[in-house]
């Protein structure tokens, strides 16, 4: 028996550290050197472009029509498919903002905008993986090979 959802469950550990991240700068905001910060942004940037979007484009393609053809409910990842659209917007957003940083300074609007930005992309990420354990329980999804 393969577990469908094993290589997917793992990319969540992995990714954890990650997500905590995101909270981490957005608390430092403020506080750092501007090279510091700008070090952080670029590195949540690059965590959220380079894996976790890849990682959210493969739950479409390979866990949620598995997830609604098992459940006979296609729509059944609609909330997990919308979690997904606003990690990219946020994710684009922050790109945005990332782009602006060409000084050295940075004003008190940019950091408003930086921190509400990181902590949306915290929250909805924590909040979908957790959903993702508890509505789908990935232990119990699996197929024979």
Not at 13 to 38: H, M, W, Y
Not at 46 to 56: C, I, S, V
Not at 70 to 85: F, I, K, N, Q, Y
């Amino acid at each position: 028996m393969v577990t469908l959802t094993q290589p997917l469950r793992e990319e969540h550990k992995e990714l954890l550290p990650s997500i905590e991240l995101l909270q981490t700068i957005a608390d430092s905001i403020g506080k750092p050197p501007f090279g510091t910060l700008r070090r952080g942004i670029d590195q949540a940037y690059e965590f959220l472009t380079l894996h976790l979007l890849p990682h959210a484009q493969a739950e479409e393609q390979a866990l949620y029509p598995v997830v609604g053809r098992l459940m006979g409910a296609p729509e059944a990842t609609a909330t997990m498919s919308r979690d997904h659209v606003e990690v990219v917007r946020l994710t684009e957003e922050l790109g945005s903002h990332r782009s602006d940083l060409v000084s050295e300074t940075i004003s008190e609007d940019q950091e408003k905008a930086l921190r509400r930005v990181l902590y949306g992309l915290y929250a909805i990420v924590k909040l979908h993986f957790a959903k993702i354990v508890f509505r789908f329980d990935l232990r119990k999804i699996s197929w024979s090979r």
